[in-house]
């Protein structure tokens, strides 16, 4: 695979959890990738749980990096269209792995535990790739 066309970056080390968002590192394009280049976001999640009841994850797009959007899940019912934040909840320890097209320059992940963070520990990884 062409160097240009895979980036693999760490988001967030190893680390206990907090109960509000917190923001990680920002994944984007490389100055080798043209714009929207890369269409494809892989999450890779190792999640201990111990007195959590779950983590929570939010990916959220942005083409300027100052602007970031919310991915969202959409319902449509007969001619209504539902749309909702879309937030991923895991409750259990173990390693996941998170897949999603996307047409952003940057992508930022965050993540939240819910209950006693103590002793909880999360580790993301997130490859950017073309299909």
Not at 32 to 59: G, H, R
Request: net charge negative.
């Amino acid at each position: 695979m062409n160097q240009n066309k895979y980036t693999l970056q760490s988001i967030r080390a190893a680390a206990i959890l907090t109960t509000s968002y917190v923001a990680w590192t920002v994944l984007g394009q490389t100055d080798s990738n043209t714009n929207q280049e890369l269409n494809q976001l892989v999450l890779y999640i190792d999640f201990t749980i111990w007195s959590l009841t779950s983590v929570e994850l939010k990916i959220e797009f942005s083409d300027d990096w100052v602007n970031f959007y919310q991915q969202v899940w959409v319902d449509i019912s007969w001619w209504t269209a539902t749309c909702t934040a879309l937030e991923y909840s895991f409750d259990a320890s173990w390693s996941f792995e998170l897949a999603t097209p996307m047409k952003a320059k940057f992508v930022r992940v965050s993540s939240k535990g819910t209950w006693t963070v103590t002793s909880s520990s999360l580790t993301v990884q997130g490859i950017l790739w073309i299909t």
